[in-house]
């Protein structure tokens, strides 16, 4: 039995380059759909705790939810570049400090991420796509 190529690999090879930056596309997508277009329908998410051991490159998340009830998450930085618009806790639908989401999301995360040690926020973020 001959196997048939299921696709031509010269033409498919993507750089990781693109393959990362479709990603990005992706997860801006899913997070654009979540709060309706518009950024202020997010909760603010932040992360000012002194204990936390990636303290010093650790920023604040907008978060939405999913229609399965999934938290999207999208670095406040990272909207910022892209709207080109201040943000502020003031200016999104509530603001939740990092501690509460852990409770109200435990079992969540329990499930989701990898290590006790690490922040669940930027585990999270990296495993959504």
Known sequence: MRLIPFFNFECAVMEVKDVKENQKSNELYLFMKAVRGNWHNA?????????CTQHESCRDFLMAVDAEGHPILMPVDTMRSLSGEDIEPGDCLGTMEKRKFETLYSLYIEWHTVSQTDCPLRQLLETQT
């Open 43 to 51: 909760l603010y998410l932040s992360c000012r705790q002194s204990t």
